[in-house]
């Protein structure tokens, strides 16, 4: 199983402009999640999704949407990119979210490194 | 406002030395407690979680940790670190709602 895996792992972008980081899971996971990763802020979160059709805001949506058009796929589209935007990305997925349950816990991507010029 | 609180930013050991990061959490009710490491240029890998029962939870690694539910903390230990084990490290919170939410992380550095 490749798990989760996010494209691409580095990209420079110029304020303005749009991007999507692409995320696929192969484990059949209902949950999906983006998070950002800066300095000593730890990890916070952007997006989430219950299943496909199914999304809802986390603690630091602006300027991010996404999509869940599939249970594989959970894109994480930036539009008009801004310097506040450079971070690492990571998109994580679970099985089920509900508590005491081993099927909650979170499988991790590799990470998107971008920076907004 | 509900949080989990990483005690640590920036810890050193020389190897052998024991370790303890401190984490502690506001949320109320029941919580799944968890802890992920993240090696230098790798992603968030998962160390240990607690759901119920024995609060003395054990990891990979020889990594552990204990569960003070009146104190609020989930606190990871390990008695000899190794060069192997520098990383950041960041306690992690299942309260109510569907995502984890995560400490401000604890950057470990071990030396020879």
């Known amino acids: 199983n490749a798990g989760v895996t996010q494209t691409p792992k580095f990209h420079i972008l110029k304020i303005g402009q749009s991007m999507t980081l692409q995320c696929t899971q192969d484990?059949?996971?209902?949950?999906m999640y983006w998070y950002r990763q800066d300095p000593g802020m730890g990890l916070k979160l952007i997006y989430y999704?219950?299943?496909?059709?199914?999304?809802d805001k986390g603690e630091v949506p602006n300027g991010y949407n996404v999509s869940r058009s599939t249970t594989e796929d959970f894109p994480l589209r930036l539009e008009l990119a801004a310097p506040s935007q450079t971070s690492v990305y990571f998109c994580a997925s679970s099985y089920a979210a509900g508590q005491s349950s081993g099927a909650n816990v979170l499988t991790f991507g590799a990470g998107s490194r971008l920076t907004v010029l | 406002a509900q949080s989990v609180s990483q005690h640590n930013h920036h810890v050193i050991l020389s190897e052998a030395a024991s370790l303890e990061l401190g984490c502690n959490y506001s949320y109320g009710g029941t919580v799944n407690l968890f802890w992920y490491v993240q090696y230098p240029g790798q992603h968030l890998q998962l160390l240990l979680k607690y759901f119920s029962g024995d609060p003395l939870v054990k990891g990979i690694k020889g990594f552990e940790a204990e569960f003070i539910k009146s104190k609020f903390s989930f606190n990871l230990r390990k008695p000899s670190v190794q060069w192997s084990d520098t990383a950041e490290y960041f306690c992690?919170?299942?309260?109510?709602?569907?995502?984890?939410?995560f400490g401000k992380g604890t950057s470990l550095l071990v030396t020879p």
């Open positions: 992690a919170v299942k309260a109510s709602g569907y995502a984890l939410n």
């Open positions: 999704s219950v299943g496909a059709g199914i999304t």
């Open positions: 484990m059949n996971h209902n949950y």
